[in-house]
């Protein structure tokens, strides 16, 4: 059966992202751009989500308004072309606007919210544990400062060693 990874977006501005399979999965096939799903076929419950876009195994990004599965087209700046100078256009493959098994990542966008938050359904960590490991990060990069700093001391001790050195074969 067919896994999803879905992107979803808050109206806060944030992104979770998660992964469904089989069952879970099966309601957003055939599902075209645009299209709202309830959170409850996800297992998400009270929700309702807007599909915004994706993307297939590939990469190429999906499109609405193309037919099939990918297609080349030309384009001015806009989904699927990131635009250049002014009025240029390029030749781009982007997918069709129906999700099918080749899919491989789904946008959605939070249209109503359920009782509970994303960010506890996903396991987002609490604050204390992300300072934690924030602090853990500052005195890692502060050992190799210091282990640095000592190689470079090191460095600058030999060179008058070996200035005397010399000074003595002459």
Do not use: W
Request: proline fraction near 2%; aromatic fraction near 6%.
């Amino acid at each position: 059966m067919a896994s999803f990874k879905l992107n979803i977006a808050t109206k806060e501005g944030k992104c979770y992202k998660t992964e469904v399979k089989d069952q879970h999965a099966a309601p957003l096939m055939g599902l075209n751009i645009g299209e709202k799903i309830e959170g409850n076929k996800l297992g998400l419950e009270g929700y309702e989500f807007q599909l915004t876009g994706g993307m297939d195994y590939c990469g190429f990004p999906m499109r609405s308004g193309i037919l099939g599965q990918r297609k080349k087209i030309s384009i001015y700046k806009s989904v699927g072309f990131r635009g250049a100078l002014k009025g240029i256009k390029r030749r781009k493959t982007v997918c069709g606007h129906k999700v099918n098994e080749k899919i491989s990542a789904i946008n959605l966008k939070v249209l109503k919210e359920g009782t509970k938050k994303l960010a506890d359904m996903f396991g987002k960590e609490k604050s204390g544990e992300k300072e934690a490991k924030n602090e853990e990060k500052a005195e890692v990069k502060q050992e190799k400062k210091e282990s640095k700093t000592a190689k470079h001391e090191d460095k600058k001790e030999a060179k008058p060693q070996a200035e005397e050195k010399k000074e003595e074969k002459k």
